[in-house]
T-cell receptor
Framework: KQEVTQIPAALSVPEGENLVLNCSFT??????LQWFRQDPGKGLTSLLL?????REQTSGRLNASLDKSSGRSTLYIAASQPGDSATYLC????????????FGPGTRLSVLP | KAGVTQTPRYLIKTRGQQVTLSCSPI?????VSWYQQTPGQGLQFLFE???????NKGNFPGRFSGRQFSNSRSEMNVSTLELGDSALYLC??????????????FGPGTRLTVT
């Protein structure tokens, strides 16, 4: 069964800290991995998409890495801000067009001012 | 460019009724996927439509169905509603293109409450 797990389930850090969120997947035959953030009661906002042939992607203060062989991805957030507080979801796609994502349960991040 | 829009945003229905949710993808996107989000099960894939054809289907009963129109707009229908169908239903669109990419963009969701 294709499963995605995320550690930790919740994280609370003071403003300005650098932090790492982890995502693990059981089946390494992925096509894409995408990181999202979700604010309470809202839809998902795409952060970064990593194709299976790529090792990492960067956008501003965010950096996502992918290690297919070990079934892991990390999302690094530099210099965290209170506005980064949200739930971060990792999603993995196993079909050849990159759709039909399997989502992890998410990491709930609180950045304290 | 306008984002993914979903209507209605909130809906309250009674057990046994049916409901239709609508999703308008980002202009130029031909793929629309539907997801159900609940506190207990998290985000689960329902189905994906591409060029009016269902390309992928998740593990949901036949009460859940969908369709896509020639303008890429999609509708999702749930018949004989059950209390457990209460959830946030999210729609995502994607270019689904080797040239432009496969990134999924989500709408704000429709909050369905079944009483």
């Amino acid at each position: 069964k294709q499963e995605v797990t995320q550690i930790p389930a919740a994280l609370s850090v003071p403003e300005g800290e650098n932090l790492v969120l982890n995502c693990s997947f059981t089946d390494s035959a992925i096509y894409n991995l995408q990181w999202f953030r979700q604010d309470p009661g809202k839809g998902l906002t795409s952060l970064l998409l990593i194709q299976s042939s790529q090792r990492e992607q960067t956008s501003g203060r965010l950096n996502a890495s992918l290690d297919k062989s070990s079934g892991r991805s990390t999302l690094y957030i530099a210099a965290s801000q209170p506005g980064d507080s949200a739930t971060y979801l990792c999603a993995v796609s196993y079909d050849n067009y990159g759709q039909n994502f399997v989502f992890g349960p998410g990491t709930r991040l609180s950045v304290l001012p | 460019k306008a984002g993914v829009t979903q209507t209605p945003r909130y809906l309250i229905k009674t057990r046994g009724q049916q409901v239709t949710l609508s999703c308008s993808p980002i202009s130029g996107h031909r793929s629309v996927s539907w997801y159900q989000q609940t506190p207990g099960q998290g985000l689960q894939f329902l189905f994906e439509y591409f060029s009016e054809t269902q390309r992928n289907k998740g593990n949901f009963p036949g009460r859940f169905s969908g369709r896509q129109f020639s303008n890429s707009r999609s509708e999702m229908n749930v018949s004989t509603l059950e209390l457990g169908d209460s959830a946030l239903y999210l729609c995502a669109s994607s270019p689904r293109s080797s040239r432009v990419g496969y990134e999924q963009y989500f709408g704000p969701g429709t909050r369905l409450t079944v009483t």
